[in-house]
């Protein structure tokens, strides 16, 4: 695909990390106070904002102007206007050592659903960490465009940790099933990847008011941070394994099921998600 993403293109895919997310994946990365950190699509500046809980060194790229301006009116001369792709010198000038991404999943002419944002940031990164929600699809990988990404991203890179996230953590904005994936920069993949199942979170659906939190949200980050620091293989929750690009980055093909917590429910909602999946790849006869 053309570097080159049109910013009318882009708009109509924006989506914006939750400030719960944002805040989980900021601590899951151990964010100091000498850290640099970048969001390259940073849209209003979640992320940002996330983030200067634990640094000043912080910096956002919006390409869409309006989205632009408003995070501009609290960040200042943080954030600049400008196309991701043509930021190359700049990111290497600033050396970040952090980059918390939200990539476009569907703009035109990309059939990586975003994972080309994540592969440049790598590569014009010297060290540290990256970490991206990214859509489902990049996880599983069976486009052979998301493929070639996945293998050559491993040959220089680790892939440390993908967390399965809800399915309506952008409700009501987009329906999409997304994932977290925090790759170590620099360091080619030869070690066992900390797979973890977090789609609950504590958030409901609820009309008009969009996803409100029910069960305790405080509790249920520090089970996953606790998870995800030890690297713990628990049933139903979590696994550790080592995989190539060409294999599914998602926890749910490798963790063993509790099954005596399924119920009716459980089957009935991955039934109708997998026809709904098929439906929207064609692939339903």
């Known amino acids: 695909m053309s570097d080159k993403l049109t910013a009318n293109t882009r708009d109509k895919n924006l989506i914006f990390t939750p400030s719960h997310i944002a805040n989980f994946i900021c601590k899951a990365l151990g964010i100091k106070e000498s850290d640099k950190v970048i969001d390259p699509n940073c849209g209003y500046g979640l992320f940002l904002k996330s983030a200067k809980n634990y640094t000043d060194n912080i910096f956002g790229i919006e390409l869409v102007e309006d989205v632009y301006k408003v995070a501009k009116e609290e960040f200042e001369d943080t954030v600049i206007n400008a196309d991701f792709f043509d930021c190359e010198n700049l990111i290497r000038e600033k050396k970040p050592n952090i980059a918390l991404m939200n990539p476009p999943f569907n703009s035109s002419g990309d059939k990586t659903n975003g ?43 680790t892939l440390d940790a993908v967390f399965t996230l809800p399915s309506d953590l952008f409700h009501p904005n987009a329906n999409v099933s997304t994932c977290c994936m925090i790759f170590k920069v620099g360091i080619p993949n030869n070690t066992e990847t900390f797979f973890g199942y977090f789609k609950d979170d504590g958030f409901v659906k609820k009309k008009n008011l969009g996803r409100v939190q029910k069960d305790d949200w405080n509790s249920i980050e ?22 190539n690009g060409d294999d599914e980055w998602l926890c749910e093909a490798y963790m063993e099921t509790d099954y005596s917590k399924l119920t009716r429910k459980d089957f009935e909602k991955t039934v109708r998600d997998y026809l709904a999946f098929l439906i929207k790849n064609g692939d339903y006869r």
Do not use: Q
């Not at 010297?126 to 990404?149: D, F, Q, R």
């Not at 520090?222 to 995989?243: A, P, Q």
């Open 222 to 243: 520090e089970e996953w941070l606790h998870l995800y620091r030890d690297r713990s293989n628990v049933n139903g929750k979590s696994v550790t394994k080592l995989v």
């Open 115 to 157: 994972f080309v944002f994540v592969e440049k940031m790598l590569d014009w990164m010297e060290s540290g960490y990256v970490a991206v929600i990214l859509p489902m699809s990049c996880a599983i990988g069976t486009a052979k465009e998301i493929a070639k990404i996945k293998n050559g991203i491993l040959e220089k890179h």
